[in-house]
């Protein structure tokens, strides 16, 4: 079966030329996810991009698809993936904005500029007293890998003592001093200044930081979620705040997502709320690892070499 590359991906001009350079014999459709058609869907025997994950139910011919994000469970979840087709990520391609993001709210919140910027809107000048640095501190990564291992490294630049949690542990990446098994997440919490999330949402991380974990915390701790909102519960963060158990925290993610407008956390003491957007395509340089990624993967697919970032393994070309 020859190959029909349907490429989904914000590409340039230039772009474009190099993915038809790595699959000269295939023919190549060009499309944005709102303008897709079902035609373009049924022929293709690659996908590349972000279609909606309904869609996938029509690309009955589907051998691969390269997913531009991270997250790939609305896809798994859908009941419309085909059978039998291999599913690739880009993991790791946002990893500098969104552990830039969370070093931004990290040094927000131990300087409390969004008391400084509430005072602002009011006309107030107020001194918003003792502050925090993160030099000395210990930061704890729950999750690292990409943008965990990352962050990680920020912090350590600035003089933290850092310490990644994941299931497999081998050796400590630059800019992490310890690297522990997941396991040991209850005898870490109570010696962290700092706690990360930057898990993705499995059914094991699904509630993890439930509050019997919570109150493990030591106190004045900054609790940091860039992963799923799924993970934190939100209620148990919401009390500790209210009680002032914590510095403060930052939640790029929620659940659900958006956040009502009555929900309580808008209101809760010394907590930060990005409507997350710590990754995406804000910066150039996340669309460049993007294209980069996919652009190395189409290559090691034509070859018949083994993929990278794959979720579900990928079948022969015959």
């Not at 996908?47 to 609305?74: E, Q, T, Y």
């Not at 085909?82 to 969104?98: W, Y």
Request: glycine residues 6%.
């Amino acid at each position: 079966m020859s190959e029909v590359i349907l490429n989904m991906l914000p590409l340039e001009a230039d772009e474009r030329a190099l993915f038809e350079a790595a699959a000269p014999e295939a023919t190549h459709i060009y499309a944005r996810r709102n303008t897709v058609t079902e035609e373009q869907l049924a022929s293709a025997t690659v996908i590349m991009g972000w279609p909606h994950a309904g869609s996938l139910s029509l690309a009955a011919k589907l051998r691969w698809f390269h997913c531009m994000w991270a997250g790939v469970n609305d896809y798994l979840e859908s009941g419309t993936f085909p059978t039998g087709a291999a599913l690739t990520s880009s993991a790791g391609t946002n990893s500098q904005s969104v552990s830039e993001h969370m070093l931004a709210s990290l040094l927000a919140l131990c300087r409390k500029l969004h008391l400084s910027r509430d005072n602002q809107v009011r006309h107030l000048w107020i001194d918003t007293g003792t502050m925090r640095t993160i030099r000395g501190a210990t930061v704890l990564v729950v999750g690292a890998g990409h943008i965990g291992s990352q962050f990680c490294g920020l912090c350590k630049a600035l003089g933290a003592h850092t310490i990644g949690l994941r299931r497999n542990v081998t050796a400590a990446p630059d800019g992490m001093d310890e690297l522990h098994p997941i396991s040991d997440l209850d005898s870490w919490l109570p010696k962290a200044d700092v706690v990360a999330l930057c898990l993705p949402q499995t059914p094991e991380t699904i509630g993890l930081m439930n509050r019997r974990r919570m109150s493990l915390f030591k106190r004045n701790a900054i609790l940091i979620n860039s992963g799923r909102g799924t993970v934190l519960d939100q209620d148990a963060l919401l009390d500790a705040l209210r009680e002032g158990l914590l510095w403060g925290a930052a939640l790029d993610v929620t659940d659900p997502e958006p956040l009502p407008a009555d929900h309580p956390l808008w209101d809760a003491p010394n907590l930060l709320i990005t409507p997350h957007v710590a990754g995406g395509l804000r910066l150039d340089i996340t669309r460049d690892n993007c294209v980069q990624l996919a652009l190395e993967n189409l290559r090691l697919y034509m070859a018949s070499q083994p993929l990278k970032n794959t979720v579900l393994p990928q079948p022969r070309i015959t």
